[in-house]
């Protein structure tokens, strides 16, 4: 019998037919399910399983990754392709039944066959996946790439994107086993780094079809199996969104948007097909979110207004008002539409209101979010209650309000941009992907932007500590937690969000480092999680001050932690590619910046003056 190598399917003689199916190599999803009911078949596979040597060590059925023979291991197979085309309507996508892909959901704990169910049925310890390192001559990135494509969900045999995390030790999946687009930002930029451009176009596509449906943009999908219309004997595959409806506390994932222009913009520099920025369809989910973003409101800054939980972190913390976070995301977005847009007379009111936009938060962000020790002593001092347009403190911010650790904590020589402003309040928390990404988006001004590096080094241990980096520094604790988090058991002091150290964060770091030439900060930080995060099976995040234990309720195998890494090994071996990311200011944008405000922000405006509809 000539040797076969199979990629998550079992051998054909063990396998019926799919409903409906022309393709017997390939199990059923109904066969899948209920395969603890068909002991005939577990015996056949199992003698199959016990035939020759040379069949049974190809047969690798862990979570479809690579296939080994003794040390060396086989890659993936390609999968015949579907022959459906991207539709105008996602309802109209079928399913080819050749595609030769199973990724359907089938209730289980992912889209994977289980290993332990496995197991049980054949008692083979190949079938085991390989520990860390096992492999001999394999490098932490080598791992990390496999990890990452054995994450690749495929919708008609096509790559679509990634699942959060493929952790074979946890049974509960929650909503781990989907699609989520800020997760897969890492993934698809590593893919880009890679020039492995199609999973990314394709995300691109699909996920904008689904935004269409509901003028939102989701925060995930999953792709399913159904029964076909009016024919039970029938499969097709469907993609299924979640807008925030069925997410824990029900949250709005605003910054999805948002990444979904910036991820949109690097394919096209990273690609060299802007075709797809240009596709009609593509320039209306532009225009959308623009416009669901530019919106008139109540609000009267030139910020992003937004609910707790609406970004990275999203479970109560207390960032509900304008959080840095989605501010520079926000400004990114805007730069990078501007730059994608399509100049046509449609466009011309959008573009005149994005312009205004991006000025007044520009400047907005640099002088009320900065915080460095010049500037607490002037904070120090302020006077409160003053009822008049030139005010010094616009915003009433009570001095009291400098917390004792902060005026400890911050270096002479660094500073930083705080994590909210709102009247009479001002977050003094270091939140880490604001700052990053305010440095990557030009949010920052160039001094701004060295002096956080500055902050960072000097600032290491807290920061950085044993696994970078903080997503937020310093934690909450006693009743401050119990108020802010509602007593949140999974985001206790220097935990998850709350002050917990996520490896994910290391690409933003990287990019940030590069574009201000100090690559040795990003490449720091790289070598310490590399000593440790193959070892510790690539964890979504740490816990305790220094980041010492894996996180308590962290999943393993977290997709955007191994794509995190990835890119930050990728950049910093070809740190021109980090340009990609860069969106410069243009002269004219820093022209009107210059001629609206004048070389000092703060000077008297007279009654000429024009007249603004944000408080800057």
Same mark, same amino acid.
């Given at each position: 019998?000539?040797?076969?190598?199979?990629?998550?399917?079992?051998?054909?003689?063990?396998?019926?037919?799919?409903?409906?199916?022309?393709?017997?190599?390939?199990?059923?999803?109904?066969?899948?399910?209920?395969?603890?009911?068909?002991?005939?078949?577990?015996?056949?596979?199992?003698?199959?399983?016990?035939?020759?040597?040379?069949?049974?060590?190809?047969?690798?059925?862990?979570?479809?990754?690579?296939?080994?023979?003794?040390?060396?291991?086989?890659?993936?197979?390609?999968?015949?392709?579907?022959?459906?085309?991207?539709?105008?309507?996602?309802?109209?996508?079928?399913?080819? #039944?050749?595609?030769?892909?199973?990724?359907?959901?089938?209730?289980?704990?992912?889209?994977?066959?289980?290993?332990?169910?496995?197991?049980?049925?054949?008692?083979?310890?190949?079938?085991?996946?390989?520990?860390?390192?096992?492999?001999?001559?394999?490098? #932490?990135?080598?791992?990390?790439?496999?990890?990452?494509?054995?994450?690749?969900?495929?919708?008609?045999?096509?790559?679509?994107?990634?699942?959060?995390?493929?952790?074979?030790?946890?049974?509960?999946?929650?909503?781990?086993?989907?699609?989520?687009?800020?997760? +897969?930002?890492?993934?698809?930029?590593?893919?880009?780094?890679?020039?492995?451009?199609?999973?990314?176009?394709? +995300?691109? %596509?699909?996920?904008?079809?689904?935004?269409?449906?509901?003028?939102?943009?989701?925060?995930?999908?999953?792709?399913?199996?159904?029964?076909?219309?009016?024919?039970?004997?029938?499969?097709?595959?469907?993609?299924?969104?979640?807008?925030?409806?069925?997410?824990?506390?029900?949250?709005?994932?605003?910054?999805?948007?948002?990444?979904?222009?910036?991820?949109?913009?690097?394919?096209?520099?990273?690609?060299?097909?802007?075709?797809?920025?240009?596709?009609?369809?593509?320039?209306?989910?532009?225009?959308?979110?623009?416009?669901?973003?530019?919106?008139?409101?109540?609000?009267?800054?030139?910020?992003?207004? #937004?609910?707790?939980?609406?970004?990275?972190?999203?479970?109560?913390?207390?960032?509900?008002?304008?959080?840095?976070?989605?501010?520079?995301?926000?400004?990114?977005? %805007?730069?990078?539409?501007?730059?994608?847009?399509?100049?046509?007379?449609?466009?011309?009111?959008?573009?005149?209101? %994005?312009?205004?936009?991006?000025?007044?938060?520009?400047?907005?962000?640099?002088?009320?979010?900065?915080?460095?020790?010049?500037?607490?002593?002037?904070?120090?001092?302020?006077?409160?209650?003053?009822?008049?347009?030139?005010?010094?403190?616009?915003?009433?911010?009570?001095?009291?309000?400098?917390?004792?650790?902060?005026?400890?904590?911050?270096?002479?020589?660094?500073?930083?941009?705080?994590?909210?402003?709102?009247?009479?309040?001002?977050?003094?928390?270091?939140?880490?992907?604001?700052?990053?990404?305010?440095?990557?988006?030009?949010?920052?001004?160039?001094?701004?932007?060295?002096?956080?590096?500055?902050?960072?080094?000097?600032?290491?241990?807290?920061?950085?500590?044993?696994?970078?980096?903080?997503?937020?520094?310093?934690?909450?604790?006693?009743?401050?937690?119990?108020?802010?988090?509602?007593?949140?058991?999974?985001?206790?002091?220097?935990?998850?969000?709350?002050?917990?150290?996520?490896?994910?964060?290391?690409?933003?770091?990287?990019?940030?480092?590069?574009?201000?030439?100090?690559?040795?900060?990003?490449?720091?930080?790289?070598?310490?999680?590399?000593?440790?995060?193959?070892?510790?099976?690539?964890?979504?995040?740490?816990?305790?001050?220094?980041?010492?234990?894996?996180?308590?309720?962290?999943?393993?195998?977290?997709?955007?932690?191994?794509?995190?890494?990835?890119?930050?090994?990728?950049?910093?071996?070809?740190?021109?590619?980090?340009?990609?990311?860069?969106?410069?200011?243009?002269?004219?944008?820093?022209?009107?910046?210059?001629?609206?405000?004048?070389?000092?922000?703060?000077?008297?405006?007279?009654?000429?003056?024009?007249?603004?509809?944000?408080?800057?």
């Amino acid at each position: 019998m000539a040797p076969r190598l199979f990629y998550g399917a079992p051998p054909r003689d063990f396998c019926s037919r799919s409903r409906g199916s022309q393709n017997p190599g390939c199990p059923s999803v109904s066969h899948l399910q209920n395969r603890k009911k068909h002991s005939e078949n577990r015996t056949q596979y199992a003698r199959h399983l016990k035939g020759s040597m040379k069949d049974r060590k190809i047969c690798a059925l862990w979570n479809g990754g690579p296939l080994y023979r003794g040390s060396k291991a086989f890659g993936r197979p390609e999968l015949p392709l579907c022959q459906c085309q991207l539709p105008e309507r996602i309802t109209e996508i079928g399913s080819d #039944v050749k595609n030769g892909t199973f990724l359907r959901e089938t209730g289980n704990r992912n889209m994977y066959m289980d290993e332990v169910n496995l197991k049980d049925v054949i008692g083979l310890e190949e079938l085991r996946r390989p520990e860390n390192g096992e492999e001999r001559g394999q490098t #932490v990135e080598d791992e990390a790439w496999s990890l990452l494509k054995e994450s690749v969900v495929y919708y008609c045999g096509n790559p679509v994107g990634t699942i959060a995390a493929n952790d074979p030790s946890d049974a509960s999946v929650l909503n781990y086993d989907q699609v989520f687009i800020r997760d +897969f930002i890492p993934s698809g930029v590593a893919f880009l780094l890679k020039g492995e451009y199609d999973i990314v176009r394709n +995300f691109i %596509l699909h996920t904008l079809q689904l935004q269409s449906r509901s003028r939102t943009d989701a925060a995930s999908f999953k792709v399913r199996t159904v029964p076909l219309d009016g024919d039970d004997s029938a499969t097709e595959e469907v993609l299924d969104p979640d807008f925030g409806e069925s997410a824990i506390g029900r949250v709005a994932p605003v910054d999805s948007g948002l990444w979904w222009i910036i991820l949109l913009r690097a394919y096209g520099k990273f690609s060299g097909d802007v075709s797809v920025q240009e596709r009609i369809d593509v320039q209306t989910g532009i225009k959308m979110i623009l416009k669901l973003c530019l919106a008139d409101g109540f609000d009267m800054f030139p910020t992003l207004l #937004v609910t707790d939980g609406s970004c990275m972190i999203d479970r109560r913390m207390g960032i509900h008002g304008h959080p840095l976070e989605i501010q520079a995301l926000f400004y990114s977005a %805007l730069l990078c539409a501007r730059e994608m847009l399509a100049p046509e007379d449609g466009s011309a009111d959008l573009i005149r209101a %994005l312009n205004n936009r991006l000025i007044a938060l520009s400047f907005h962000i640099r002088e009320y979010y900065w915080v460095d020790m010049k500037k607490l002593n002037e904070i120090y001092r302020y006077k409160t209650e003053e009822y008049s347009y030139d005010a010094i403190n616009k915003f009433n911010i009570y001095p009291d309000q400098i917390s004792p650790w902060l005026v400890e904590w911050m270096p002479s020589k660094g500073g930083y941009l705080i994590g909210n402003l709102q009247p009479a309040h001002m977050d003094f928390r270091f939140f880490s992907l604001g700052n990053l990404w305010s440095i990557v988006s030009n949010l920052a001004t160039a001094k701004q932007s060295h002096a956080i590096l500055d902050l960072v080094e000097a600032k290491w241990s807290d920061l950085v500590g044993d696994m970078p980096f903080k997503i937020c520094y310093p934690a909450l604790d006693g009743q401050e937690w119990a108020i802010i988090t509602g007593s949140d058991p999974k985001n206790t002091p220097w935990s998850y969000h709350n002050g917990g150290s996520w490896p994910t964060l290391l690409w933003q770091l990287t990019v940030a480092c590069i574009k201000m030439n100090r690559p040795e900060i990003a490449a720091r930080a790289v070598e310490l999680a590399e000593s440790r995060i193959s070892r510790d099976k690539w964890p979504e995040y740490y816990d305790t001050k220094r980041a010492r234990f894996i996180g308590k309720q962290a999943r393993l195998y977290q997709t955007w932690s191994i794509a995190g890494f990835l890119v930050a090994k990728q950049l910093l071996a070809n740190p021109d590619a980090a340009k990609m990311f860069v969106v410069e200011e243009d002269a004219a944008l820093v022209s009107a910046m210059n001629s609206m405000f004048g070389s000092s922000p703060r000077r008297k405006r007279g009654s000429k003056a024009p007249k603004n509809s944000y408080i800057i």
